[in-house]
């Protein structure tokens, strides 16, 4: 069977149809499909739509996807690179958001290859048809209501585009469009007629936030907010059960950041959130708030972007384990806005659009563990997330806090059972005495990749990390080519003190600049004193091996 990312394999096979006539092939198509049944129903205790995957039931997470390129340049290359970022976020659905298209065929072969689900708008948003009153537009409300001009033709667009993916195990559902519905008589033919005829298998909901989906009602949007928000308030409140959009930002790295403004433009980043400098606007700044001055000074791009991967770290980290701490009593889902941008944009975003990755990628990626030990800043206990299948028994959770010279503080151990889908706080966590300023909370789940928080007795005032000891991790790369790719390993290790937000790049040594993209297994890396780790790493083999550099950047160290 052909299973949602982080729930099971995605075993594909092969058909191979041809029509004879008089022993002589007519025509021939080869497919690739899987085997799998999705339901769903309307959750009885909060009203979201709640899916199954062979009679399974799938807390979804995912990000809405706009579009790969805003030149059309839609290669299959780069549509898999896309799809197995969000794979490696631990994510298991994709919004094909319905201010963009239907994609190539090449999509949806990336989507159901890394596990997965679509969830595919047609487009129509209700950003341009007419949704919300509109003062700048020539076209009433009502007449913009009615786009498009030709409504025969968008029907026969639909039924062509539904023939074209439908055999896709990836498929999972459609929805007609963003925030508001189409114009009556299309949303009426779609209905009944459309995909009734073409694919009655699938569920269809007639726009984003309709009942059928969520539990909203028509003229409240009901999805966002879009902005920064403080970490405990992921925790506490309650959004809507099946959230098709909720966001925050997502500000790229420093190299991306040189190479989409001029050093002048550059020199006008954001203050305390205001955005003064033009450029920033138009590529849509969101804005950090304070978040970026709680770590200390920004004097400069470098410190802006050095401090902002920190808080993008945190920020969906915090994002996607507050929204499941409350899974299936308050939600059945959350995708984020949004996790990719087809141009150079600053708004919400895991890579930027030269495929670099940054910080938010590997937050959300923790945040979304199918099985990991979390912490709740509102209850101020560590907790056990179980999205999966599998019930566990006999887990081990080690919680320890350390202060910035590495001293150990505090330990506990607890062992716990957790069944599958389930969600559970297990250990008070206490505040250190003595401490003033930033403090490390250490959340080891048997021998897994730990969690490291780092916390504040003063609140939200992080400029305390600037005393961390300088130290630098021990660092051994490998590399070997294995067929068109590099494939490679990095082993950090720190010795007596911590080594807080190693960032591992790949560079041509030759020319300076970057490689792109590069699929890393983890990257933002927190040791704590005798902690190590390892990262595996594959990148195209388009140098050869000599030029390839792979380069630590540490917050705590003052070199790479």
Known sequence: LWWPNGIGEQPLYDMNLSFEIGNQVSDRERLRYGIREITSDKCPDNGGRRFF???????????????????????????????RFHAEMNLRMIRVWGGALVERPEFYNACDEF???????????????????????????????????????FIASVEDQVK???????????????????????????????????DPERLFVSFST???????????????????????????????????????????????????????????????????????????DLGYGDHLERYGEVKDIE???????????????????????????????????????????????????????????????????????????????????????????????????????????????????????????????????????????????NADVPNIYWLTTEPKDYTSLSQLPKSRPDIKTEIKKEGSNFVGTVRLSADSQISFFNRIKVFDRETGKRILPVHYSDNYITLMPGDQQEISLEFPANLPEERIQIVVDSYNSPLP
């Open 53 to 83: 995957v062979n009679g399974q039931k799938i807390y979804v997470t995912g990000g809405n996807y706009i579009n790969s390129d805003w030149l059309l340049r839609l290669s299959p290359e780069r549509y898999r690179d896309e799809v």
């Open 115 to 153: 596990g997965i689900l679509v969830f595919q708008d047609l487009w129509g948003s209700g950003d341009c048809n007419g949704a919300w009153e509109d003062p700048t537009k020539m076209d009433s409300r009502e007449r913009r209501w009615e786009y498009p001009d030709n409504h025969d033709l």
């Open 303 to 445: 410190t802006y972007c050095k401090y902002a991967q920190v808080v993008n770290y945190d920020q969906y980290r915090s994002f996607m384990e507050g929204w499941a701490s409350h899974m299936w009593d308050w939600y059945t889902g959350i995708l984020i806005w949004k996790t990719q941008n087809p141009w150079t944009s600053l708004r919400g975003q895991m890579y930027d659009w030269s495929l670099d990755v940054n910080a938010s990628l590997y937050g959300t990626r923790k945040g979304c563990e199918p099985l990991h030990a979390y912490y709740n800043p509102v209850t101020r206990k560590a907790g056990l997330l179980n999205a999966t299948l599998k019930d566990y028994t006999d887990l081990s959770i080690i919680a320890r806090i350390y202060n910035l010279e590495g001293k150990l503080l505090w330990e506990k151990e607890t062992r716990a059972s957790s069944k599958a889908n389930t969600v559970q706080e297990l250990l008070d966590i206490p505040v250190p005495e003595g401490i003033q300023g930033a403090y490390f909370l250490r959340l080891a789940l």
């Open 210 to 284: 309709d009942t059928l989906f969520t539990r909203n009602y028509l003229g409240d949007n009901g999805d966002g907010p879009y902005g920064i928000q403080e970490p405990e308030w992921f925790f506490s409140f309650r959004s809507h059960p099946f959230n098709p959009e909720a966001g925050s930002v997502g500000s790229p790295e420093v190299e991306s950041m040189r190479e989409m403004m001029t050093e002048q433009d550059l020199a006008g980043f954001p203050r305390k959130g205001f955005t003064r400098n033009y450029t920033w606007r138009y590529h849509k």
């Open 164 to 198: 074209m993916i439908r055999n896709h195990p990836s498929l999972c559902f459609w929805c007609g469009a963003n925030e508001w519905p189409l114009a009556k008589d299309i949303d009426q033919c779609l209905r009944k007629e459309v995909f009734p005829r073409l």
